[in-house]
């Protein structure tokens, strides 16, 4: 249950959390209290925007989480956000009413909400839904955005959660790729000489390759099936130099991470200059180059091992035979 202030830093976690596990925000009463109160004057001449959005649609849980994100920017203050714009969006998330909103416009189209509910739908219970009965089954009020308030809805928050969800994903996934590579080499027989703190510690100590080849060697610990003295020639790369691939991926993701959640609490001083995305970007790249070497990697230990069990399989078949 994330607590939302001005002072407290929003993590990548936070976002998977009330995401995609429900959980709920607790907004912090001396931030809010600091936040202008405002009128709710309604605004005339709006119409609904069309909801036709196809592969560009939000997922749920991307919704939310870009909704946690900008209820985070909203509670520092600059953007002249009032207290009932920050709470009205708090009660949709902590009620799972979850707008509908096109990624490459997510928060252009938030701003629709808070005006009419007419013409609008949510996603509710499972279920697409009208807007405006929901909220009114219950008692949410909504709070009419002025111009002015509007523009502190930062388009640059979108892509900052979800290269953060990215971020947060491939970092589980390379705790499981060293989980699936310590199994492979223990189905291989292999020698596991190359992961001694002799190659990964004194000699060359990259922070990244010995955490990964300490992780290894302690996931393998105690196996029959595993040399740890001994060289066994014709290992491939994949295997043999498994620190080495896969330290320097954990040391690009961690520097991502860290690039993410700068961006994630990060509030341009002025709305009418906002931040660049190019940041976000490299990080980008930096993720995609990052699961391209996983893959590749995987594919080869893959490939080996199955080539392994079709010769065992090949063996028996001839015995049988003869």
Known sequence: ????????????ADLVDVGFYDAEVILDKTSLSKLPEGKQTSEEGLTA?????????????LTRAILVAQIQELMVGKSGAKQ??????????????????PLSNALGHLTHYFNTPEGLTCTYEGKIQPFGEVIAAKNITIPHLPAGERKGFSNLKPQAVLLALSTHASSLLMDA????????????????????????DTSRPHRFQVHVAKTLLSLLDGSDQIEFKKFKPAQIDAFKHLPEFHGPLRETLAST???????????????????????LLNSAVAIVECLLIIASGSLQRAQAVAASVEGIYTHIYTLSST
Do not use: W
Not at 91 to 101: D, V, Y
């Open 177 to 200: 790729v060293d989980v699936t590579a310590a199994l492979s080499c223990e189905a291989m027989k292999l020698s596991v000489v190359t992961f001694g703190s002799s190659y990964h």
């Open 49 to 61: 925007p069309t909801e036709e959005f196809g592969a560009d649609e939000c997922s749920v849980g």
């Open 1 to 12: 249950m994330p607590l939302l202030s001005a002072t407290k830093k929003l993590s990548p």
């Open 84 to 101: 009932a714009t920050v709470q009205y969006l708090s009660e949709l998330l902590n009620h799972q009413i979850t707008p509908r909103l």
């Open 257 to 279: 991470v860290k690039t993410v959640k700068i961006e994630l609490n990060s509030v341009a001083p002025s709305v009418r200059d906002p931040f660049h995305v190019q940041p």
